[in-house]
């Protein structure tokens, strides 16, 4: 079994911040596989279903971002379920707004919700770092995770959640590289090119268009 796990904080208030984009792509996997309906359970909300064969719980921490390692300890504890088993998407200021990087191990390059993570399990878990863009000062960091998005970021934020949700299955199965060029064309497809205009050329003895009278 697999644990996918999206960050954010419960609550109306907090549904549409940056910082809860964990939430909103757990969301849209959970629906676009059909998963079983979210219930209460390891302080959070889970949901159970199958990706590429294989079963998937999906969970969603309830104790506020700073503290969701309780959670997902309580549920992998639970399960049985090791920590490279485990995959959680999160907001990420370190990246672009629609870019996506896929990391497996590593530090919590100061995310809070990761720190309490890696205090609970460690750092051998999967992340998928959902980039939401830097306000370019850091005392300002809070204020921007803790927004609503922009309406301005209705389209990209809505091609990422799709082709995530879509690829999944290359997610569960590990092809990391496959998933990010999946999701990097979804936001900004390749240019289709045009093929050239053939050249043309004047026959032999071919006066047709001459001006010289003769």
């Known amino acids: 079994m697999m644990l996918l796990v999206g960050l954010g904080n419960p609550g109306a208030g907090y549904a549409k911040n940056r ?3 964990g939430f909103m792509a757990v969301d849209a996997i959970a629906e676009r596989f059909s998963f079983s309906p979210f219930r209460k359970k ?7 279903g ?3 064969g294989e079963k998937v719980l999906a969970l969603k921490p309830e104790t506020f971002m700073n503290d969701s ?4 300890a309580a549920a992998a504890t639970f399960y049985k379920i090791p920590a490279a088993d485990i995959i959680i998407l999160h907001d990420e200021i370190d990246l672009e707004s629609a870019k996506v990087r896929v990391k497996r191990g590593g530090g919590h390059a100061g995310h809070n919700g990761l720190r309490s993570i890696h205090a609970h399990i460690g750092p051998d878990y999967a992340r998928v770092r959902l980039g939401v863009g830097h306000p370019g000062d850091k005392d300002k960091v809070s204020g921007h995770v803790l927004k609503d998005f922009a309406k301005g970021d209705a389209v990209w934020l809505e091609k990422v959640l799709d082709a995530l949700s879509e ?4 997610l569960i199965e590990g092809k990391d590289s ?3 060029s999946k999701l990097a064309n979804a936001v900004n497809p390749p240019r289709e090119s045009k093929p050239k205009p053939e050249l ?6 071919d006066d047709e268009g001459s001006d010289d009278g003769v």
Do not use: C, P, W, Y
Not at 42 to 48: K, S
Not at 69 to 72: I, L
Not at 167 to 170: R, V
């Open 42 to 48: 390891f302080q959070g909300q889970i949901a159970e």
């Open 200 to 205: 043309k050329t004047e026959k032999d003895g």
């Open 178 to 180: 496959d998933l990010m």
């Open 69 to 72: 390692g309780r959670s997902v």
């Open 167 to 170: 690829n999944a299955g290359l």
């Open 19 to 21: 910082h809860n984009i």
């Open 50 to 52: 199958v990706i590429a």
